[in-house]
């Protein structure tokens, strides 16, 4: 029995989506919908009983998308979130970076792309409990006040003139302030979330038990990279976005650098690297060892980070916390003579 893909392009006010025939890759049907819960739900409602239907593919839009998403959910359709980057590459692969003639922007192109990336990847995005939703939404919030009080900050050390400085000081007051109110709803959110869920709280446990890793770090963690513990080496690399990605062309050798993967997190685990390798053995001593063999500082920095994805994987796997012992790389074994 056919099951079509569902591809949905969403935007603030309406949103275009195309249903695949999977072994043909041509429109079966398409549309527009505004992204209002009522009107998403009697479209669902008609669509399903219509077409039978796999599972649909969102692409990530800042937030104008969880209605999108609600919706899906609640008439248990499996959904993967796509990342605008890799929806934005296959539309370049298919030769689809500019509309062509025959086309208008509106015909429904972009969601014909997210429901070709559906066909191409069959992983599903799985849905955020409303504790942990509530942490995430706390998280962005406060990044934003901190990214603003940064940005008055550095207004207020080039300032010269004694009015503008009161002004800077007294918005740099109010700022404050109001990230202390987010930092306790942060808080209130997280410690609801460990009460509904005890997993949570011994995750978060053992997270803060390494070096480096505090509050912030660790939430980000279960927030953003919730299947850490079930990671494989190469998997914890690409989706903290530690690797270095080859830069090669013919016999050109190009310089590695590191891209792709969950910004977020990897802000945090710089910082937390950044922290272990002044205060935590063995993390500071592989750090130096590199450093010795001629890498350059954030390259070093870089390979701690992905060693210390490797450690929080084990150690949350295992239930065991940080012991310096086993956190060290192992040797290769001696060839035998």
């Given at each position: 029995?056919?099951?079509?893909?569902l591809?949905i392009d969403?935007?603030?006010?309406?949103?275009h989506?195309?249903?695949?025939?999977?072994l043909?890759?041509?429109?079966?049907?398409?549309?527009?919908?505004?992204?209002?819960p009522?009107d998403?739900?009697?479209?669902?409602?008609?669509l399903?009983?219509?077409?039978?239907?796999a599972?649909?593919?969102?692409?990530?839009t800042g937030g104008?998308?969880?209605?999108?998403?609600?919706?899906?959910?609640?008439?248990?359709?499996p959904?993967?979130?796509?990342?605008p980057?890799?929806?934005?590459?296959l539309?370049?692969?298919?030769?689809?970076?500019?509309v062509?003639r025959?086309r208008t922007p509106t015909?429904?192109?972009?969601?014909e792309?997210?429901?070709?990336?559906a066909?191409?990847?069959e992983?599903t995005?799985?849905p955020?409990s409303?504790?942990?939703?509530?942490?995430?939404?706390?998280?962005?919030?406060?990044?934003?006040?901190?990214?603003?009080?940064?940005?008055?900050?550095q207004r207020?050390?080039?300032?010269?003139?004694?009015?503008?400085?009161?002004?800077l000081?007294?918005?740099?007051?109010?700022?404050?302030?109001?990230?202390?109110?987010?930092?306790?709803?942060?808080?209130?959110?997280a410690?609801?979330?460990?009460?509904?869920?005890?997993?949570?709280a011994?995750?978060?446990?053992?997270l803060?038990?390494v070096p480096?890793v505090?509050?912030?770090?660790?939430l980000?963690?279960?927030?953003?990279?919730p299947?850490?513990?079930?990671?494989?080496?190469?998997?914890?690399?690409?989706?903290?976005?530690t690797?270095?990605?080859?830069?090669d062309?013919?016999?050109?050798?190009?310089?590695?650098?590191?891209?792709?993967?969950?910004?977020r997190?990897?802000?945090?685990?710089?910082?937390?690297a950044?922290?272990?390798?002044?205060?935590?053995?063995?993390?500071?001593e592989?750090y130096q060892?590199?450093?010795?063999?001629?890498?350059a500082?954030?390259?070093a920095?870089?390979?701690?980070?992905?060693?210390?994805v490797?450690?929080?994987?084990?150690?949350?796997r295992t239930?065991?916390?940080?012991?310096?012992?086993?956190?060290?790389?192992?040797?290769?074994?001696p060839?035998?003579a």
């Open positions: 029995m056919r099951a079509d893909l591809g969403v935007a603030q006010k309406i949103c989506w195309v249903l695949l025939d999977p043909t890759r041509q429109r079966v049907a398409q549309g527009t919908v505004r992204p209002r009522a998403l739900a009697r479209w669902l409602e008609t399903r009983a219509t077409y039978p239907i599972r649909a593919a969102v692409e990530a104008w998308e969880a209605p999108v998403l609600q919706a899906l959910r609640a008439q248990g359709l959904v993967r979130l796509a990342n980057k890799r929806i934005r590459r539309r370049e692969t298919l030769g689809w970076s500019a062509p025959h015909d429904g192109l972009d969601a792309v997210i429901a070709l990336y066909l191409l990847d992983t995005t799985p955020p409303p504790h942990q939703e509530e942490v995430q939404a706390w998280l962005k919030r406060r990044e934003q006040i901190v990214e603003r009080i940064q940005r008055e900050r207020l050390a080039r300032a010269t003139h004694p009015g503008i400085r009161e002004s000081q007294r918005l740099l007051d109010a700022l404050e302030a109001e990230q202390a109110r987010i930092d306790q709803a942060l808080e209130e959110a410690a609801r979330w460990e009460q509904a869920d005890p997993r949570v011994q995750v978060g446990q053992l803060e038990s480096g505090g509050r912030l770090t660790r980000t963690l279960q927030v953003w990279l299947e850490l513990g079930t990671l494989t080496r190469e998997e914890g690399a690409a989706r903290t976005g690797a270095p990605m080859a830069h062309s013919g016999q050109r050798s190009g310089r590695r650098r590191v891209r792709e993967g969950r910004q997190v990897r802000r945090y685990l710089f910082l937390s950044m922290a272990a390798v002044r205060w935590a053995d063995p993390l500071r592989f060892r590199l450093r010795a063999a001629g890498k500082g954030h390259v920095l870089v390979a701690v980070m992905r060693r210390l490797v450690i929080l994987n084990a150690i949350v239930g065991r916390p940080w012991d310096p012992a086993l956190a060290r790389p192992r040797l290769p074994r060839q035998p």
